[in-house]
């Protein structure tokens, strides 16, 4: 059995977030004038792929111009092209084995568009090259060990040493901005971290009870989680604004209950369909439970997640 890639393992984990979150920006990089030879893999048809192989060919042109040396190595995957500074076969490993996988469970299940542009997914191999890196190609000064994506780049920026789930939750924001461009914050973060710790069950991809537990538990322990009304009203000043991680939390752990009660899909369906008349989801999410008192069901729920144990699974069938 494979171990699987996107497995998070860390219980410290900080995640750095959607629209740059992650990062300081300072100036504006200016491409060399010439390219470095490095190695270039593409997969074995892009018959599926929303842009063509001269699209691809002309962005790795470009990009060759930012690279800062031939330790990087360049692995197509559509709809990303992938940069790494560990050993080429281990940069496609990645490209292969966690984003391949997790890009087509996450379309498999809730979304149907590629990113409008070829984005690029930086793997740097630790912590030096990280730091090194983003501030050398990006001039960016990450505020997270971990990664982020970083809308202006177009890019996902990865610390790849801390492991996949960073990735996979990144991962989840670019698709969200291009199927769901109005979805609130609880949403668009409570399926990015809902996937931090995942495998595949039933064919489909599955988060499982991961770090960000124990911390929501002292928080319902300490009677300050908010109620479900408040956390979906939250816009995206409010919601980012939480020091504690509680609003992450909470947002995780309702994807995760609605996911165990297999309801994930189909509220993530029929919100984006009711969107327009319905911008946090609260009716949706009220609608799709059953219509309960929304009061006593957040206490039931808060008794389902303080049961909860941190667990550590693997993807089946490997």
């Known amino acids: 059995m494979r171990i699987a890639t996107v497995l998070t393992f860390l219980l410290l984990l900080a995640i750095g977030c959607y629209t740059n979150r992650g990062a300081v920006k300072t100036d504006v990089v200016h491409p060399r004038s010439t390219d470095v030879a490095v190695s270039v893999s593409f997969p074995a048809t892009l018959d599926a792929a929303s842009f063509s192989k001269s699209d691809f060919d002309q962005h790795i042109k470009d990009l060759k111009k930012r690279l ?131 495998g595949e069950q039933d064919g489909h991809i599955h988060g499982f009870v991961n770090w960000r537990l124990p911390g929501l538990q002292q928080a319902i322990k300490a009677g300050s989680v908010p109620s479900f009304k408040t956390l979906t009203s939250l816009d995206s000043a409010a919601f980012y604004a939480d020091g504690r991680g509680v609003n992450y939390a909470q947002a995780r752990y309702l994807c995760y209950y609605l996911q165990e009660r297999e309801l994930l899909i189909k509220f993530y369906k029929q919100f984006h369909t009711n969107q327009a008349d319905d911008p946090s989801g609260y009716k949706t999410l009220t609608s799709v439970l059953g219509n309960p008192n929304m009061e006593v069901f957040k206490k039931q729920w808060e008794k389902y997640v303080t049961d909860l144990r941190e667990e550590f699974r693997l993807r089946s069938g490997e």
């Open 68 to 198: 800062p040396g031939a330790e990087f190595s360049i692995v197509v995957q559509p709809p990303f092209v992938v940069v790494g500074d560990e050993p080429a076969d281990v940069v496609r490993a990645h490209a292969e084995e966690t984003i391949k996988w997790a890009v087509e469970k996450l379309k498999q299940d809730f979304f149907t568009k590629d990113p409008e542009d070829i984005l690029d997914i930086w793997l740097f191999k630790d912590a030096d090259s990280y730091q090194k890196h983003t501030l050398s190609i990006f001039n960016d000064r990450p505020s997270t060990p971990y990664g982020y994506y970083s809308r202006g780049h177009k890019a996902l920026i990865m610390n790849i040493s801390t492991g996949g789930g960073t990735l996979v939750h990144e991962l989840v924001h670019p698709f969200v901005e291009a199927n769901f461009p109005e979805c609130p914050p609880w949403l668009n973060e409570g399926l990015g971290s809902l996937y931090e710790a995942c």
